[in-house]
């Protein structure tokens, strides 16, 4: 309760529109009339609960951090008709990515991918699908992906936040044999009975053999959701298809056998990934909240009138308060 003779309103007014800020200035100014000066510190001090009371509310923080993910999951070829003579493969995943606002991050990524031969038995028109058995020590495939990966938060300051993905890099790949051999395209391998290459050309226009290895520019896009378990961990769900344009592909000239005509190498033309992990985050955060004052006599004897200001900086979201004296 104020003294007798007090009049005292406050007002708090908060704005959390996002939920990362490295710096922020609040300023209180007001006027009091007062007998004992330690009433103003009281005053002070009251501002500074309410600004610590308040940070306490924040959601993770990620602008000005380094965010480190590491997941594994699963992917599948898809648009050709040669694809579904290859199972569902394995990836592992790492990007690395900074975040440049409480919604947007940037950063790079790379993946390790490998695939193996379906084994179709006599029923190669089926195709794949969704089946994992192989061809044992059979043909497989592997791949890499190298490119840049740009991450938007719809919900930036929820526990809880989905966001999209998008990208573009360069996806390398290679048909070796078991012992990681390249393969050519005249190797038997290519033409046993349920394996669902049949139609892969085993000469180029040439009429020579040719490796079975190749780089493709891609376009990336994703959904994702994440949930943060602390300031420093996220779990983090979800989905990525890369498009596959053949803008830098090496078959041409003498190899430009790529197509989905009979006869043709009908290269994929589209990769789709689900992936589960974990990202770390570290760096940026907020400053320590601190809080100053000032006060100057503005008139004579008890009971006195004083001026006073007082500033709250560091801390996040940002936050407003209005404190009226009078």
Same mark, same amino acid.
């Given at each position: 309760?104020?003294?007798?003779?007090?009049?005292?309103?406050? /007002?708090?007014?908060?704005?959390?529109?996002?939920?990362?800020?490295?710096? !922020?200035?609040?300023?209180?100014?007001?006027?009091?009339?007062?007998?004992?000066?330690?009433?103003?510190?009281?005053?002070? +001090? +009251?501002? +500074?609960?309410?600004?610590?009371?308040?940070?306490?509310?924040?959601?993770? %923080?990620? @602008?000005?951090?380094?965010?480190?993910?590491?997941?594994?999951?699963?992917?599948?070829?898809?648009?050709? #008709?040669?694809?579904?003579?290859?199972?569902?493969?394995?990836?592992?995943?790492?990007?690395?990515?900074?975040?440049?606002?409480?919604?947007?991050?940037?950063?790079? @990524?790379?993946?390790?991918?490998?695939?193996?031969?379906?084994?179709?038995?006599?029923?190669?028109?089926?195709?794949?699908?969704? &089946?994992?058995?192989?061809?044992?020590?059979?043909?497989?495939?592997?791949?890499?992906?190298?490119?840049?990966? =740009?991450?938007?938060?719809?919900?930036?300051?929820?526990?809880?936040? $989905?966001?999209?993905?998008?990208?573009?890099?360069?996806?390398?790949?290679?048909?070796? #044999? +078991?012992?990681?051999?390249?393969?050519?395209? #005249?190797?038997?391998?290519?033409?046993?009975?349920?394996?669902?290459? &049949?139609?892969? $050309?085993?000469?180029?226009?040439?009429?020579? $053999?040719?490796?079975?290895?190749?780089?493709?520019?891609?376009?990336? /896009?994703?959904?994702?959701?994440?949930?943060?378990?602390? %300031?420093?961990?996220?779990? @983090?769900?979800?989905?990525?298809?890369?498009?596959?344009?053949?803008?830098?592909?090496?078959?041409?000239?003498?190899?430009?056998?790529?197509?989905?005509?009979? =006869?043709?190498?009908?290269?994929?033309?589209? !990769?789709?990934?689900?992936?589960? =992990?974990?990202?770390?985050?570290?760096?940026?955060?907020?400053?320590?909240?601190?809080?100053?004052?000032?006060?100057?006599?503005?008139?004579?004897?008890?009971?006195?009138?004083?001026?006073?200001? &007082?500033?709250?900086?560091? /801390?996040?979201? $940002?936050?407003?308060?209005?404190?009226?004296?009078?």
């Amino acid at each position: 309760m104020p003294p007798r003779g007090w009049r005292v309103s406050t /007002g708090v007014r908060v704005s959390s529109s996002v939920a990362v800020r490295s710096h !922020i200035g609040t300023a209180f100014t007001g006027r009091c009339q007062t007998m004992k000066p330690r009433l103003l510190r009281c005053a002070v +001090a +009251a501002s +500074a609960c309410l600004a610590l009371c308040a940070s306490s509310l924040q959601a993770a %923080d990620t @602008e000005g951090k380094w965010a480190v993910g590491l997941q594994g999951g699963l992917y599948k070829l898809v648009l050709s #008709d040669h694809t579904d003579a290859w199972t569902p493969g394995y990836l592992f995943n790492a990007d690395i990515k900074k975040g440049l606002s409480p919604s947007f991050s940037l950063g790079i @990524e790379g993946s390790w991918m490998q695939t193996y031969l379906a084994d179709l038995g006599e029923d190669t028109n089926e195709g794949a699908g969704s &089946s994992f058995d192989k061809i044992e020590d059979g043909p497989k495939q592997g791949g890499y992906i190298v490119g840049l990966i =740009g991450e938007y938060a719809f919900s930036p300051d929820g526990s809880w936040s $989905p966001h999209f993905d998008f990208g573009t890099g360069l996806y390398l790949w290679k048909w070796t #044999d +078991a012992d990681g051999n390249t393969l050519f395209s #005249d190797d038997p391998a290519l033409d046993a009975p349920g394996t669902g290459l &049949s139609g892969v $050309p085993d000469l180029d226009l040439a009429g020579n $053999p040719y490796e079975l290895e190749d780089q493709e520019l891609y376009l990336m /896009g994703g959904l994702g959701l994440e949930y943060f378990a602390s %300031d420093a961990v996220s779990l @983090e769900l979800g989905f990525k298809f890369r498009y596959l344009t053949h803008l830098l592909t090496n078959f041409t000239d003498d190899k430009d056998i790529v197509g989905s005509e009979p =006869g043709e190498l009908d290269l994929p033309r589209g !990769i789709a990934e689900g992936l589960i =992990g974990l990202t770390f985050h570290f760096g940026g955060g907020c400053p320590d909240a601190s809080v100053s004052a000032s006060a100057d006599k503005t008139s004579g004897a008890v009971p006195m009138e004083v001026e006073y200001m &007082s500033a709250v900086t560091g /801390g996040c979201p $940002p936050y407003t308060y209005l404190w009226d004296f009078g």
